[in-house]
């Protein structure tokens, strides 16, 4: 799965979930907070996405997750983690 793949799952979770970004440019410099989420609305979006994208990221990486992009770069590293090695 690629970088944009990962970006297209978490924006549309982000859609879906916290009203006051329907209809918004979503780019990844911005954080959920930007976005209108409140900290129920950013668990939800975080869990949906790692369910989806089959991922798991402990907590305590989560919150060092500053924006969109900070958080993107993680799931690909857990990406890289769970992807089978020949």
């Known amino acids: 799965m690629t970088r944009s793949d ?3 799952v978490v924006k549309s ?18 954080s959920l907070r930007d976005l209108g989420a409140d900290s129920l609305q950013i668990v939800e979006v975080i869990s949906r996405s790692m369910k989806e994208l089959r991922l798991k990221v402990p907590r305590t990486d989560l919150m060092n997750a500053r924006d969109l992009k900070g958080l993107i770069d993680l799931f690909e ?6 992807s089978p090695r020949p």
């Open 13 to 30: 979770n982000i859609q879906t979930i916290v009203e006051e970004a329907q209809g918004m440019e979503i780019t990844e410099e911005m």
């Open 6 to 8: 990962i970006f297209a």
């Open 77 to 82: 590293t857990a990406q890289g983690r769970s």
